[in-house]
Each structure stands twice: as C-alpha cells, then as structure tokens.
C-alpha cells in the first residue's frame, strides 16, 4: 500500500511538474481560475436568456464527458496504444518495468491519478462557476456528477485501448457495444437514464447504482481485456514521397511531409474527420439547445457553419504535431516555406473535411438556399480567421497553449469576439432574407481577411523568435 501511493503521489507530482514547466508555475496555476470565471459568465449569460438551469446543468455534463473522452484519447488514437499510454506519458509510467508494482495497477493508479487531478483542477472550477444558479448542495451534488461524468468518459477511452491490444476481435467487440449503444438509443431506450446526470437530476439509490453500471462495467472490460505483454504488429511503409509529390499541386516538398506526416502518424487522416464529428456532435447539441431557449426555428446553416469552422484549431494540431524545427535548422529551409506548407495542407485536408461535415449538417437540418450559403461562407470565413490566430499565439505548437493561462484566454477572446455574436445574430434571425444573408456572407469575408493578416503578421514573428530559440 505505501508503494501505491508513493507511485500515485509521485504521478501527481509529475503531472504539476510538466505543466509548470511548460507554461510557468503562476500561468499554470492560474487556470482553475480563468475555468471558473468563464463558466461563471457563461452560465449566468445563459440563465439569463430564459435558458433552464437544468438545461445548463445537462450541457456542461456532455462538455465534461468530452473532456473525458479527449483526456483518454491519449492512447486511444496512438497506433501503439499500450505503449503511447504506459509509455513516454510521464516519467514514472515509462519506468514501469524497473518497479516493483505490476502494469495493470500502474495502468489503474494512471486513470486514478487523471481523475483526481482534474477532478480539482478542471471540474471543481466548473462547478464552482455555477455557485449563482445552485444551492450549496446541489453544487456539490453537482461535482460529484460532473466528476463521475469526466470518469465515464475516460473509462470508455480505457476500455477501447484494452480492447485494441486484443488485435482485430477486440476492435470488432468494441465496435459493437458501440453500435448497440446508438441503436439502443435509436430504438428509444433511455440510455441517458444511466448517466451520473440522471443521478444529478434524480437522487436515489436506484439512479446511483444505475449511474455506476457503465462505469464498473468499462472499468471490468479495461480489466480483463488488456494485454499487458501486448506488441503492436510491426508495420512498413514504401517510398510515397514521389507519388504524393506528383499528385499534389507544385510540387513542394515541405507540403509532401507535412500531409505524410498525418497519413503516416497514429490514425492517419480519419483523426482530422474525427475531430470534425465530435465537433458536429457539439453542434447538433447546440442547436437543438438553442432552439429551445429562443423558442424559433434555429438557422441550421448559420449555426453549424459557424461551429464546424472550429475544426481548423485541430487540423492544424494534427498537421504540426509532428513538426519540430530544430530538424530543420542543418537545412536551408526557411520558417516563411514551412509555414507556407502548413496553409497550404490546411487548405487541402482541413477546409475539405469541414465543408463536407457541413454538408452533411445541411442535408439532415434542411436548411434553406440562403441559410445554406451564409452559413458556407461563415465555415470557410471562420476556419480562415481561427488558422491566422492559431498560427499567431502558438507558431508550430497549438497543443501546448491549452493549459498556458495567459495564451488561452487570448485564444478564447479572439473566437468569441467573431463567433459569439453571429450565432446569437444567426439563431434569432429565422426566417433569413437574402439581405441578411448576403451580409452573413460579408462577415465570412471579412473574418478570411483578419485571418490571412494575422498570418501574414505572424509569420516574421514566429521567423525571429525561432532563430533566437
């Protein structure tokens, strides 16, 4: 037992440690508070516009369960996926076959270890924000859910990377619970009664227990299912260099890398359309949220576009993560070429896979010809605008500012100040005219316009501090 928590604590200390050191001890810590004032705002904006509490309450669950879900994902879209989990993550899990305590239970203290973390230091804050909506007890009824909820999440990512070093079975039975969960939900089955917020909505002893069955039955699965002597099968690749190179429009080298660096990496390039359906499950949420608080048909065209044109924040995540410069520095390669590549990649792979969940989004909401065409300008407009601004706070490395205090609420300013109030102008605007339309249209513009400056203007300032790095 003192093993297991001088290894958890050790895991704890690691974790606070990286962070720090990345973003600087004050920064850091400062997170929780800039989480709780956010929340705080968001929640009393929408209070304020008629919207349920529990309307509310039920959104940050599903935000919460995605936060779960991506936290896990660690290893989930690694190709290794044991290895990327019990690997390189932290320095006391890459050490685990030098101490005295079995995979399985590092594997477990692990996921112990994430839920509490972030338990205080993400979801505490988020139920703190709602203190004005909430008596004392129900606030922390509602951390508790919330906590189980981010669990939920993380559980199911453990149970999918169990199952994967199962090989092709594994993979075929995760995707059938999958399928069976959808098709029971589909066939009207209260799914959602099985959630901690039925616990949250409800408090009994039958919804705890009910809540608690997903939980312990992914953590059972995670359990029996892994395979702590499992090696991914080797894989090979042949010389694609030349065959990208000619298929791709001037033949650029850099832009040859950069998209074979996403096919070739854990999840290839289904990781950029999968970024694109959780954001489309988002935006379905919102929607129908909306439609709800304003009580008028919701512009479905103006409401997607606007939300799928966030998916340019994780495509150029996918397209810099294999990036580091320092490799380039033997090399007469310029910052401007390889910036270069990175947009013109983005435009290849990235505005592609949004248009496309867009057009999925229009033909399922049956949004009108103008409603359409706004909301198309809006999703190039806004994944425009949102490239120029990552590019401008984070360079080559957007994945590194999320927990940065400073860089983060900058990046959070600079999406709401064009984001928020096209949606709010776009749901009360039904039904739409062609003059409203077409001055939806002129923001998508326009947004393109501040985007490609920002890039422009970033480009030099990335260039100078990586040549003093």
């Known amino acids: 037992m003192s093993a297991t928590r001088a290894v958890l604590a050790a895991m704890a200390r690691e974790e606070w440690r990286l962070h720090s050191r990345l973003f600087g001890g004050r920064r850091f810590a400062a997170f929780p508070v800039f989480v709780a004032l956010v929340g705080g705002l968001t929640a009393w904006a929408l209070s304020t516009t008629g919207t349920a509490v529990d309307t509310v309450v039920a959104g940050a669950h599903v935000l919460v369960l995605l936060f779960g879900l991506q936290t896990g994902t660690v290893g989930l879209v690694g190709r290794d996926a044991v290895e990327d989990l019990l690997g390189d993550v932290t320095l006391v899990l890459h050490g685990a076959r030098a101490l005295p305590i079995s995979e399985r239970r590092l594997l477990a203290l692990f996921v112990l270890k994430d839920v509490a973390y972030y338990a205080v230091f993400v979801v505490l804050p988020l139920a703190v924000a709602f203190a004005p909506l909430l008596a004392f007890g129900a606030l922390s009824l509602l951390w508790v859910t919330l906590v189980w909820t981010f669990a939920l999440g993380l559980c199911a990512t453990l149970a999918g990377v169990a199952l994967a070093t199962r090989g092709r079975p594994g993979k075929a039975l995760a995707f059938v619970l999958l399928a069976g969960i959808a098709l029971a939900a589909l066939a009207g089955v209260p799914v959602a009664a099985a959630t901690p917020y039925a616990f949250f909505a409800a408090p009994s002893v039958g919804s705890a227990a009910l809540a608690a069955l997903p939980v312990v039955a992914l953590v059972a699965i995670a359990g029996v299912a892994y395979d702590a002597e499992y090696e991914p099968p080797a894989r090979t690749a042949g010389d694609a260099f030349a065959a990208w190179r000619d298929r791709l429009p001037g033949e650029d080298p850099l832009l040859v890398k950069t998209l074979l660096d996403v096919s070739r990496s854990a999840g290839g390039v289904w990781k950029v359309g999968f970024s694109a359906a959780v954001l489309f499950a988002v935006s379905a949420f919102l929607v129908s949220l909306a439609g709800d608080v ?176």
């Open 294 to 469: 304003v009580g008028v048909r919701v512009l479905p065209g103006v409401a997607f576009g606007s939300i799928l044109g966030l998916t340019a924040f994780t495509t150029y995540n996918w397209l810099t993560g294999a990036e580091d410069r320092a490799v380039y520095g033997a090399l007469p390669v310029e910052t401007a070429a390889l910036f270069d590549a990175k947009r013109r990649a983005f435009g290849l792979l990235g505005v592609p896979v949004g248009v496309a969940a867009y057009a999925v989004a229009v033909a399922w909401r049956g949004a009108g010809a103008w409603d359409a065409l706004a909301g198309l300008a809006l999703l190039l407009g806004v994944q425009g605008y949102l490239f120029g601004l990552t590019v401008s706070l984070a360079g080559f490395r957007p994945n590194e500012f999320l927990f940065d205090t400073v860089l983060f609420a900058a990046f959070t300013v600079g999406v709401a100040v064009p984001l928020v109030p096209v949606l709010v102008v776009g749901f009360v605007a039904a039904p739409l005219t062609p003059a409203f339309a077409l001055a939806l249209v002129a923001a998508g513009v326009v947004l393109a316009a501040v985007g490609h400056v920002l890039y422009v203007r970033a480009v030099p300032k990335w260039t100078e501090r990586l040549r003093d790095a």
